[in-house]
C-alpha cells in the first residue's frame, strides 16, 4: 500500500520521499485529502546499447524499397 502525503507533507520532506522511491516505495501526494501524483523511482535502461552489434547477422534485400507487384496492390485494395 503506497505512503499518501498532502502536499505540504510532501514539500516539508521532499529528500527524504525522494530517497524513499528510489528505494522502490510509492508514495502518493495529495492535496485535500485526492490523490494528485505518484513519486515512483525512475526506470533505469537494463544494459547500453553498442552499435554494430548485428553487423554481419542482418541482411537487406537489394529490392527492399521496390513497388510491390501489381497484383498485391489489386488485392490490397479488394480488401476491406
Known amino acids: 500500500?503506497?505512503?499518501i502525503l498532502n502536499i505540504y507533507e510532501a514539500k516539508t520532506h521532499l529528500s527524504e520521499l525522494v530517497e524513499r522511491a528510489s528505494r522502490g516505495e510509492e508514495v502518493v501526494i495529495a492535496k485535500a485529502g485526492r490523490p494528485k501524483a505518484?513519486?515512483?523511482?525512475?526506470?533505469?535502461?537494463?544494459r547500453d546499447r553498442k552499435p554494430g552489434l548485428w553487423k554481419g547477422r542482418v541482411r537487406i534485400a537489394?529490392?527492399?524499397?521496390?513497388p510491390l507487384?501489381?497484383?498485391?496492390?489489386?488485392?490490397?485494395?479488394e480488401s476491406p
Not at 505518484?38 to 537494463?46: D, H, K, Q, W
Not at 507487384?69 to 485494395?77: F, G, N, S, T
Open 1 to 3: 500500500m503506497p505512503r
Open 38 to 46: 505518484r513519486l515512483v523511482p525512475v526506470a533505469s535502461p537494463t
Open 62 to 66: 537489394s529490392d527492399f524499397d521496390a
Open 69 to 77: 507487384p501489381a497484383d498485391l496492390l489489386a488485392r490490397l485494395a
